[in-house]
């Protein structure tokens, strides 16, 4: 059994060398400043991407407000074409623009839960379970050893 592909700490070891276990027993919990670090600040990020979105929507809102409440009788009336006609191209333009910005920041906030969905899964695979049942031999950690990626932590010799 080996650590995931990042360096981690032992945060605790449930096993002894000759220790019998069932698949699925709790073997190891570890910890990784790297992977909590990461998912801090992504979540940290998809919490401002939101709030981006949000104050995007509203800005485009308040600006077509004021659009139609300077130009009133000109939206309402079909004297003044050319006026109307500008003022809606206007609007339309804001419109584009603004969900343009949308479409972008949405785009930028799925990329993020795809990266929250990775750091989430590297923090679950700091779980160390059972493979199968065995018994241990060549427990080569203990509580609070900081191990390199890649580490063989135990061996499990297979029922």
Known sequence: MKVPLIEVKVVDSYVRT??????????FSLESPTVNK???LTLDEISN????????QQEKKALLRILKNDHP?????????????????????????????????KYQLDDLREDEKYWRSLKE??????PKDGKISHL?????????????IAQLIPK
């Open 18 to 27: 000759g220790e019998p276990v069932k698949q699925g027993d709790l073997l």
């Open 49 to 56: 991407t939101k709030k981006q979105i949000l104050a995007l």
């Open 125 to 130: 695979s700091l779980i160390i379970l059972a």
């Open 73 to 105: 009788k000109t939206l309402n009336s079909s004297l003044d074409t050319k006026m109307k006609s500008a003022i809606e191209n206007e609007m339309q333009d804001i419109r584009k623009s603004f969900n343009e910005k949308e479409q972008a920041l």
């Open 140 to 152: 080569k950690v203990k509580k609070g050893d900081y191990l390199e990626a890649e580490t063989v």
């Open 38 to 40: 990461n998912l801090w």
